[in-house]
């Protein structure tokens, strides 16, 4: 079965940092991958999606990901954060089937330190 | 626009009933997936539908049953409520194959006492 790990309950970063967060997938074959950002009282909103092609993805927001297949990893980064980042993110994977399941990481809660 | 709706944002429920909490899109979309979230412990899948009528357990199922008779339409049924179920649970839905993205609900806040 697939599942997500993400290592980091909660980072704090200051503003105009850059940021990582960590995103470990078990699945056996190719996965489909995605970042979900969701900020306090509000809705989950897709940053980004990994199918196939470019291992280095952009989104929304001025995020980027990197799928390593070696490492099966897609973290999550961004040169600069700003204080609207403080948020929630969730790492996600998909399984290639009729079925369509996807499964969520726990979540990384981001703080922005002024 | 698209749209997920959820009947209910708030709910406050007894220990031992019966909750319903139905989920529309309008979207056509063939897949549709109910996930509870907690605290530190991130979305978890309790079912998700692929069809009409078809419907696959997720992680968490127990204690959870769903039906989906329209395409649009697909409801979490919990037949006892307990303390324990209490929780944001959130329908979301995407069309066939996993390349789109996950269209979600706003919530249902369910509070069993």
């Known amino acids: 079965a697939q599942s997500v790990t993400q290592p980091d309950i909660h980072i704090t970063v200051s503003e105009g940092a850059s940021l990582e967060l960590r995103c470990n997938y078990s699945?056996?074959?190719?996965?489909?991958l995605f970042w979900y950002v969701q900020s306090p009282g509000q809705g989950l909103q897709l940053l980004l999606k990994y199918f196939s092609g470019d291992t280095l993805v952009q989104g929304i927001k001025g995020f980027e990901a990197e799928f390593k297949r070696s490492q099966s990893s897609f973290n999550l980064r961004k040169p600069s954060v700003h204080w609207s980042d403080a948020a929630e993110y969730f790492c996600?994977?998909?399984?290639?089937?009729?079925?369509?399941?996807?499964?969520f990481g726990s979540g990384t809660r981001l703080s922005i330190r002024p | 626009d698209v749209k997920v709706t959820q009947s209910s944002r708030y709910l406050v429920k007894r220990t031992g009933e019966k909750v319903f909490l139905e989920c529309v899109q309008d979207m056509d979309h063939e897949n549709m997936f109910w996930y509870r979230q907690d605290p530190g412990l991130g979305l978890r899948l309790i079912y998700f539908s692929y069809d009409v009528k078809m419907k696959e357990k997720g992680d968490i199922p127990e204690g959870y049953s769903v039906s989906r008779e329209k395409k649009e339409r697909f409801s979490l049924i919990l037949e006892s409520a307990s303390t324990n179920q209490t929780s944001m649970y959130l329908c979301?839905?995407?069309?066939?194959?996993?390349?789109?993205?996950?269209?979600f609900g706003e919530g249902s806040r369910l509070t069993v006492l």
């Open positions: 699945y056996g074959a190719t996965p489909y």
């Open positions: 979301a839905s995407h069309p066939i194959g996993i390349t789109g993205e996950l269209f």
């Open positions: 996600a994977v998909g399984v290639a089937s009729s079925a369509s399941k996807i499964i």
